[in-house]
């Protein structure tokens, strides 16, 4: 990993990698209408929330809250804001894949805005995610509730946008197999996970924990991916992203926090392959015609296919078609149409023989497509 002053980046051919596993030092506007077009899978922001403080808060033993006073967290009006939110957020549609997604985290103070300018362009927005945190902060003034949650929006491209990455049946695995929900809950970072410097305070403010990354990460990517964070703050993306096997890209101005996340990044190890494959479903698998089976010798004309409990039965045409006594046509269709039946998965119901058993054909369709992935890499 490196750190790339932006003046290097801009001298770069627009189509290099070099920006691949780097922080970029410079503003994050200009920064990103210096990396290439159509070149990032997925963004995750975590933007200014303009927190609009009103002075020093503290609790009630009159200690003062570390709260967020930094000058990037500042502006004029929400005029500005949102002009800073539109140039940003139109940067990263230009670098984004046009089957790219983007994640945006925010509070109630600018989530809103963010998502109305989000709309605005054109992006599609997919999801809003719900941050319940188990250990938030109290409301030491009591005159409301005490916020307990953040918001991430989830968008694609735009309405039409397809490819995108979900990786549902992961999710799904990993939550007990019920569909996960859009409300998550994850403590707040703390612990030896929160970055502190010499002095004992925190070395970035809105730190942001890792297993909300991982889970942001997990679902909609790839090992391989490239993941840009425009605001990379202690780098929290980056670290899980190498973690996880996804190339990443952060963009920062301040040096403290790309010294804080220099350290953290070069001290994580990338898993191995095995504890990085994705759970997929069949709709993720490349799609195989029946006819692949007979050019690839599995199968061969004049084959018969029963049914598991061999009531029916059919033979194979040299066209990839079955056809017995009454029926003829696709191995779904005939399928269907010996049971009485509208719609069939000829792939489980037709069985062929071996050894004098009975096995369904999906099991060759699973030969062809290991073939393929060896074929690929």
Known sequence: MSVLPLADLKRAPAHASTFLNTIIKGDCVAALEALPENSVDVIFADPPYNLQLGGDLHRPDHSKVDAVDNEWDQ??????????????????????????????IGSYHNIFRVGAVLQDLKFWILNDIVWRKTNPMPNFRGRRFQNAHETM???????????????????????????????????????GERLKGEDGKKAHPT???????????????????????????SGTTGAV????????????????????????????????????????GKKAEPRVAFNVLLDSGLLAPGTKLHSAKRRHSAVVRADGTLANDDHSGSIHRVGALVQG?????????????????????????????????????
């Open 153 to 191: 929006i989830w968008a694609s491209q735009d309405q039409k946008a397809k490819g995108y990455t979900f990786n549902y049946e992961a999710m799904k695995a990993a939550n007990d197999d019920v569909q996960m929900r859009s409300d998550w809950l994850f403590p707040i970072c703390n612990g």
């Open 241 to 280: 992203a190498k973690r996880l096997g996804r190339d990443f890209v952060g963009i920062e101005r301040e040096q403290s926090y790309i010294d804080a996340a220099t350290n953290r990044i070069a001290d994580i190890k990338t898993l191995g392959k095995t504890e990085l494959t994705v759970l997929t």
């Open 75 to 104: 502006f004029d009006s929400f005029q500005a804001y949102d002009a800073f939110t539109r140039a940003w957020l139109l940067a990263c549609r230009r670098v984004l894949k046009p089957s790219g997604t983007i994640w945006v």
């Open 341 to 377: 039946l509208d719609a069939c998965n000829g792939w489980t119901f037709w069985h062929f023989e071996r050894d004098g058993a009975l096995q369904p054909i999906d099991e060759l369709r699973k030969v062809v497509r290991q073939e393929m992935a060896r074929a690929g890499g």
């Open 207 to 233: 730190q942001k924990p890792e297993a909300l990354l991982a889970r942001v990460l997990m679902s909609s990517s790839k090992p391989g991916d490239v993941v840009l964070d425009p605001f990379f703050g």
